[in-house]
């Protein structure tokens, strides 16, 4: 029972997290994506440099 609520919750922000890129990539210009594209390369180039 626990392992189905689990599995339901992590599909449910699975969805959400997609419905969220979908409405970001209509609405954001591209350079609002390079930005945080750059960024996110940047914290795993850290997290990847630290540990």
Do not use: D, H, Q, S
Request: with cysteine.
């Amino acid at each position: 029972m626990r392992r189905r609520w689990i599995e339901r919750r992590i599909l449910g922000l699975i969805l959400l997290i997609t419905g969220l890129v979908i409405i970001a990539v209509i609405t954001l210009p591209y350079r609002v994506w390079m930005v945080l594209l750059g960024c996110c390369m940047l914290y795993l180039g850290y997290k990847l440099f630290i540990c």
